[in-house]
């Protein structure tokens, strides 16, 4: 067995070289880095892929700590990017880590893109509007992608299913985000994580700091976003070991 990297001596044993030298030469966008992000990334460096590019303009806060896999006391107040590139640098040394603690927004969908040069997208955010200019851009560009859906205000790990996003009932975010991409004139047939579960009402909407529309808070349990973040690392994996999109 190759043993240059005891990091993959177990993975290997699963996927053979072939299989690893595959990951290694990929490179994977993963677009937001809280709960849902944060596990994915930190699944996807520990299979083995190569180039990840960790992409969130925003910071650790106290909030973040039920849930977020990257979220621990010493790096409140620090970039979610940044945090998230030196964690997986302490996994594994022959991982290429590009922290982006930038906001991407609507219009710059394309050229980050097209900079960048991801062969997978990783879709873990929460703007409705950039989710589904990302997975449009994605698919105009012919890389692949893979998007989470709603993971807040639901609590039960059984009713997590892995489909088409076309074929998704019961979800507002899906149903949002197909009519917006159908706005756009984008396909509607992305492959989505998302829960049957139907979910608990939200908390009153709150006025944000900014002075924007009031948003509700949505109630959160320590493992349900983690799973949603692991699973779509593992859709991703499982496509690229299997040569899909």
């Given at each position: 067995?190759?043993?240059?990297?005891?990091?993959?001596?177990?993975?290997?044993?699963?996927?053979?070289?072939?299989?690893?030298?595959?990951?290694?030469?990929?490179?994977?966008?993963?677009?937001?880095?809280g709960g849902v992000g944060g596990a994915c990334?930190?699944?996807?460096?520990?299979?083995?892929?190569?180039?990840?590019?960790?992409?969130?303009?925003?910071?650790?806060?106290?909030?973040?700590?039920?849930?977020?896999?990257?979220?621990?006391?010493?790096?409140?107040?620090?970039?979610?990017?940044?945090?998230?590139?030196?964690?997986?640098a302490s996994i594994r040394s022959d991982v290429?880590?590009?922290?982006?603690?930038?906001?991407?927004?609507?219009?710059?969908?394309?050229?980050?893109?097209?900079e960048h040069q991801p062969d997978f997208v990783?879709?873990?955010?929460?703007?409705?509007?950039?989710?589904?200019?990302?997975?449009?851009?994605?698919?105009?560009?012919?890389?692949?992608?893979?998007?989470?859906?709603?993971?807040?205000?639901?609590?039960?790990?059984?009713?997590?299913?892995?489909?088409?996003?076309?074929?998704?009932?019961?979800?507002?975010?899906?149903?949002?985000?197909?009519?917006?991409?159908?706005?756009?004139?984008?396909?509607?047939?992305?492959?989505?994580?998302?829960?049957?579960?139907?979910?608990?009402?939200?908390?009153?909407?709150?006025?944000?700091?900014?002075?924007?529309?009031?948003?509700?808070?949505?109630?959160?349990?320590?493992?349900?976003?983690?799973?949603?973040?692991?699973?779509?690392?593992?859709?991703?994996?499982?496509?690229?070991?299997?040569?899909?999109?």
């Amino acid at each position: 067995m190759h043993k240059n990297n005891a990091v993959d001596e177990r993975t290997e044993l699963l996927i053979h070289q072939e299989g690893l030298q595959r990951l290694r030469g990929t490179t994977v966008l993963v677009a937001g880095l809280g709960g849902v992000g944060g596990a994915c990334a930190e699944s996807l460096a520990r299979a083995g892929v190569g180039r990840l590019l960790l992409l969130d303009h925003d910071h650790f806060v106290a909030s973040n700590l039920n849930r977020q896999l990257l979220a621990t006391r010493p790096v409140l107040g620090r970039s979610k990017a940044e945090v998230a590139a030196e964690r997986l640098a302490s996994i594994r040394s022959d991982v290429e880590l590009v922290a982006c603690p930038t906001f991407l927004d609507v219009s710059g969908v394309e050229g980050f893109l097209a900079e960048h040069q991801p062969d997978f997208v990783a879709d873990c955010i929460d703007s409705i509007a950039v989710k589904a200019r990302l997975l449009a851009v994605a698919r105009e560009q012919g890389r692949g992608s893979f998007t989470a859906l709603g993971a807040g205000n639901r609590i039960d790990p059984r009713l997590m299913r892995v489909a088409k996003l076309d074929d998704v009932h019961g979800c507002g975010l899906a149903r949002v985000l197909r009519r917006r991409l159908r706005k756009a004139g984008a396909p509607t047939d992305f492959p989505v994580v998302y829960s049957k579960e139907m979910p608990r009402k939200p908390a009153p909407h709150e006025p944000t700091a900014d002075g924007s529309q009031p948003r509700a808070v949505n109630g959160t349990i320590s493992y349900l976003p983690n799973l949603f973040g692991h699973m779509v690392a593992g859709e991703i994996i499982r496509r690229l070991l299997e040569g899909e999109r």
